[in-house]
C-alpha cells in the first residue's frame, strides 16, 4: 500500500538507490571496492587496525626495500629512511631472497632485526609416493652412502676428501721448514730476512679459501646425497659413526686419521636429520660397521680373530659374522 503511494519520482530513487546498492555489495565481495571513494573512505573508517605501543619498529611492504643477493648464504637489503633518496643498507645472512612484507625491529643493543614469513614448501613432493618401506644404508669414505638396493650415493667424496688432507698436509711441512729457517736467521742476528720469510711465504689467505671452497663442496655432495636417500623410504637405517675405531691393535697413522676427521664428525649425520624431518623419514641409528670385531659376549677386543671369524677369550668358538664393504652392503643395517 505504501508503494502505491509513492510518485514516479520516488519511486525512480528508489530504483536508482537499489542498483548502487546491488554495486556496491558486488563491489565488497570482489574487492573491487577501492575504485569506489565514498565505500572505500567507509570500508576505511570500520576497519581496525593494528596498534604497537612502541616505536622501535616499523613495518615495509615489497614497495618499500629492495633486496638482491651478494653471494650464497648473504643478501643485500635497501630500505627506505626517512631521508629521502639516502637507504639504510643493511647485510643479512639467509639464502633466500626476501620477499613480501617485513618488519624491522631495533633491539635494546642497537642491532637490527628482520622478520619475514617464509612458507617452505616441498617441491619433491611427487618423489616422496610408492617409497620403499625400510632401506639401510652403509656410510663409506669413497661415497657418501651406499643404500642396501645397490646405489652409491656421492661418488668422488674420498677423492676430494684425500686430495685436501694431501694438500693440508704437503703444506704445513713446508711451512715448518720455513719456520725453522726463519728463526734460524733470527738467532744469526739477522731479523730482517726472518720478517721477510715470514710475511712472504707463511700467510694462510690463499688456503684459507681452498678450506672455504672445499667445505663447500663437502657440503653440497653431502646434502645431495642425503636428501636423494631420504627420497627412496619411509624408514632408513644407518650405522653410527661419530666415534673413534675401537681397535687398540690397529694403530692408524696420522694421515689416515687426518682424511677421516671430517668423515667421523657427524657431518652426514646431521644433515640427515634435517632432510629427514623435511621428508618425513623415519630413522634408526644402529651400531657401526666396525662393532662386529667386538666379542658381544664380553664387549672386549682381547679374543682372537682369523679373517671374518672371531674366537672369545675364554675358549669357544663365535660363528662366522659376514665382513663390511661394499660386497655385503646390508650387513651394517
Same mark, same amino acid.
Given at each position: 500500500?505504501?508503494?502505491?503511494?509513492?510518485?514516479?519520482?520516488?519511486?525512480?530513487?528508489?530504483?536508482?538507490?537499489?542498483?548502487?546498492?546491488?554495486?556496491?555489495?558486488?563491489?565488497?565481495?570482489?574487492?573491487?571496492?577501492?575504485?569506489?571513494?565514498?565505500?572505500?573512505?567507509?570500508?576505511?573508517?570500520?576497519? %581496525?587496525?593494528?596498534?604497537?605501543?612502541?616505536?622501535?619498529?616499523?613495518?615495509?611492504?615489497?614497495?618499500?626495500?629492495?633486496? %638482491?643477493?651478494? =653471494?650464497?648464504? &648473504?643478501?643485500?637489503?635497501?630500505?627506505?629512511?626517512?631521508?629521502?633518496?639516502?637507504?639504510?643498507?643493511? &647485510?643479512?645472512?639467509?639464502?633466500?631472497?626476501?620477499?613480501? !612484507?617485513?618488519?624491522?625491529?631495533?633491539?635494546?643493543?642497537?642491532?637490527?632485526?628482520?622478520?619475514?614469513?617464509?612458507?617452505?614448501?616441498?617441491?619433491?613432493?611427487?618423489?616422496?609416493? =610408492?617409497?620403499?618401506?625400510?632401506?639401510?644404508?652403509?656410510?663409506?669414505?669413497?661415497?657418501?652412502?651406499?643404500?642396501?638396493?645397490?646405489?652409491?650415493?656421492?661418488?668422488?667424496?674420498?677423492? !676430494?676428501?684425500?686430495?685436501?688432507?694431501?694438500?693440508?698436509?704437503?703444506?704445513?711441512?713446508?711451512?715448518?721448514?720455513?719456520?725453522?729457517?726463519?728463526?734460524?736467521?733470527?738467532?744469526?742476528?739477522?731479523?730482517?730476512?726472518?720478517?721477510?720469510?715470514?710475511?712472504?711465504?707463511?700467510?694462510?689467505?690463499?688456503?684459507?679459501?681452498?678450506?672455504?671452497?672445499?667445505?663447500?663442496?663437502?657440503?653440497?655432495?653431502?646434502? &645431495?646425497?642425503?636428501?636423494?636417500? &631420504?627420497?627412496?623410504?619411509? /624408514?632408513?637405517?644407518?650405522?653410527?659413526?661419530?666415534?673413534?675405531?675401537?681397535?687398540?691393535?690397529?694403530?692408524?697413522?696420522?694421515?689416515? %686419521?687426518?682424511?677421516?676427521? /671430517?668423515?667421523?664428525?657427524?657431518?652426514?649425520?646431521?644433515?640427515?636429520?634435517?632432510?629427514?624431518?623435511?621428508?618425513?623419514?623415519?630413522?634408526?641409528?644402529?651400531?657401526?660397521?666396525?662393532?662386529? !670385531?667386538?666379542?658381544?659376549?664380553?664387549?672386549?677386543?682381547?679374543?682372537?680373530?682369523?679373517?671374518?671369524?672371531?674366537?672369545?677369550?675364554?675358549?669357544?668358538?663365535?660363528?662366522?659374522?659376514?665382513?663390511?664393504?661394499?660386497?655385503?652392503?646390508?650387513?651394517?643395517?
Amino acid at each position: 500500500m505504501e508503494s502505491a503511494n509513492l510518485t514516479l519520482e520516488q519511486k525512480s530513487i528508489n530504483k536508482a538507490n537499489l542498483a548502487i546498492r546491488s554495486l556496491w555489495c558486488k563491489a565488497l565481495s570482489d574487492g573491487t571496492f577501492f575504485n569506489i571513494p565514498r565505500l572505500h573512505r567507509w570500508v576505511r573508517q570500520e576497519y %581496525k587496525r593494528g596498534h604497537c605501543r612502541q616505536n622501535r619498529q616499523i613495518v615495509y611492504q615489497g614497495q618499500g626495500y629492495k633486496c %638482491k643477493r651478494i =653471494n650464497r648464504y &648473504t643478501v643485500q637489503l635497501s630500505i627506505q629512511s626517512a631521508t629521502p633518496r639516502v637507504p639504510i643498507i643493511l &647485510t643479512v645472512r639467509t639464502n633466500r631472497i626476501i620477499t613480501g !612484507q617485513i618488519r624491522v625491529i631495533r633491539k635494546d643493543s642497537g642491532n637490527l632485526e628482520i622478520h619475514n614469513l617464509e612458507t617452505l614448501m616441498n617441491l619433491d613432493y611427487f618423489k616422496l609416493l =610408492n617409497r620403499e618401506s625400510s632401506i639401510g644404508v652403509d656410510r663409506g669414505y669413497t661415497e657418501v652412502l651406499a643404500t642396501s638396493t645397490g646405489m652409491m650415493l656421492g661418488d668422488g667424496f674420498g677423492k !676430494q676428501l684425500t686430495r685436501k688432507t694431501d694438500r693440508i698436509t704437503s703444506i704445513g711441512q713446508h711451512k715448518n721448514k720455513l719456520w725453522s729457517l726463519a728463526l734460524v736467521k733470527f738467532k744469526d742476528k739477522n731479523p730482517l730476512k726472518a720478517k721477510r720469510i715470514i710475511e712472504n711465504n707463511l700467510n694462510n689467505k690463499t688456503e684459507l679459501k681452498r678450506r672455504n671452497r672445499d667445505d663447500s663442496y663437502v657440503e653440497t655432495i653431502v646434502n &645431495t646425497s642425503v636428501k636423494i636417500a &631420504t627420497q627412496l623410504t619411509d /624408514h632408513l637405517i644407518y650405522e653410527d659413526l661419530t666415534s673413534d675405531i675401537p681397535d687398540r691393535r690397529k694403530h692408524m697413522s696420522r694421515r689416515a %686419521k687426518n682424511r677421516l676427521h /671430517h668423515w667421523q664428525k657427524g657431518t652426514v649425520v646431521e644433515r640427515l636429520k634435517v632432510w629427514a624431518n623435511r621428508n618425513h623419514t623415519h630413522l634408526t641409528c644402529i651400531n657401526c660397521a666396525y662393532s662386529l !670385531q667386538v666379542d658381544a659376549a664380553t664387549g672386549t677386543l682381547l679374543g682372537s680373530r682369523s679373517g671374518d671369524r672371531a674366537g672369545p677369550l675364554y675358549g669357544g668358538r663365535v660363528a662366522g659374522r659376514p665382513k663390511c664393504g661394499r660386497s655385503d652392503l646390508t650387513s651394517s643395517a
